[in-house]
């Protein structure tokens, strides 16, 4: 299914303002906050149209690989040296770099800017602001697509794909520790004692202080590097099952956006 009223963000002084699939009604909700801002998202929608298809080309293409060479030089022949060079520095900045680059409102900037939190890229991570670019143009274009039954239906739909391709999701069914024969990780150790043995690898997605030391004996040159060990940083997101849409204090328009978003500031977003 696509929502039409794609994305909101709503702030602590009771205002708000959102993404839907109308530009014009986009425009006039950011000219509202500042003339110079709509007239550059009337801009950068207007070359979103000719973009899109180069962008995609190279965020579908593996890196690297003549695939996003050719992706690459698609978009010299068709856009010009110009256009590869400011799509590359999109690549590389962050949000707060590019969204104060090209806007000025900072209630427009924090709407932008959450979305690189989706993808763990808070406002200074440099990588991120292709992602508030983006989701802020595709949504405005096509709607935002959600899975009919809400956040289960990724969930399920993984679920057969690993049971179609031949595996098993067990759950409830905690690892003591992971089997090391010979230099290489050889099996999967339940807490009751069963042995799952690898055939090509034993894959353990867990922050490296978990896995060494705990799950795997760690050496002491091991644990020496995992004592400067710091995490990247990280976002966590938390579905809740309602009887009924929020009351939203700044407007019931609000619970007509298929998200809404409580991040008031780029400060809230970088406090880690």
């Known amino acids: 299914m696509t929502a039409e009223h794609c994305f909101a963000t709503a702030f602590p002084d009771g205002s708000w303002i959102g993404v839907e699939r109308n530009l014009e009604n986009n425009v006039r909700r950011i000219a509202a906050l500042s003339g110079v801002d709509g007239e550059r998202w009337r801009a950068m929608s207007a070359g979103f149209d000719q973009d899109a298809p180069h962008i995609?080309?190279?965020l579908g293409s593996p890196l690297p690989s003549w695939q996003a060479f050719r992706a690459i030089f698609a978009a010299w022949r068709t856009r010009g040296t110009a256009w590869v060079a400011e799509t590359a520095r999109l690549l590389v900045s962050s949000p707060r770099e590019w969204l104060d680059k090209n806007f000025e409102n900072a209630?427009?900037?924090?709407?932008?800017?959450?979305?690189?939190?989706?993808?763990?890229?808070?406002?200074?991570?440099?990588?991120?602001?292709?992602?508030?670019?983006?989701?802020?143009?595709?949504?405005?274009?096509?709607?935002m697509v959600?899975?009919?039954?809400?956040?289960?239906?990724?969930?399920?739909?993984?679920?057969?794909?690993?049971?179609?391709?031949?595996?098993e999701v067990r759950l409830g069914m905690p690892v003591h520790s992971i089997a090391v024969e010979g230099g290489a990780a050889k099996a999967a150790v339940?807490?009751?004692g069963e042995r799952i043995e690898a055939t090509r690898a034993v894959i353990a997605n867990l922050n490296p202080?978990?896995?060494?030391g705990s799950l795997i004996p760690a050496s002491s040159e091991a644990a020496r590097r995992l004592a400067d060990f710091r995490p990247g940083p990280a976002t966590m997101m938390v579905h809740f099952a309602l009887t009924g849409l929020p009351r939203w204090s700044a407007g019931a328009d609000l619970r007509r956006f298929a998200y809404v978003h409580l991040a008031p500031s780029f400060a809230a977003m970088a406090h880690l």
Do not use: N
């Open 56 to 58: 995609f080309a190279l």
């Open 107 to 143: 209630k427009l900037k924090t709407m932008m800017a959450v979305w690189g939190m989706h993808l763990d890229f808070s406002p200074d991570c440099a990588g991120g602001a292709m992602f508030p670019y983006l989701e802020s143009m595709a949504d405005q274009a096509f709607g």
């Open 146 to 167: 959600l899975g009919r039954g809400g956040a289960d239906t990724i969930i399920s739909a993984l679920v057969r794909a690993i049971a179609a391709a031949g595996g």
């Open 190 to 192: 339940l807490a009751g």
């Open 209 to 212: 202080r978990v896995l060494f």
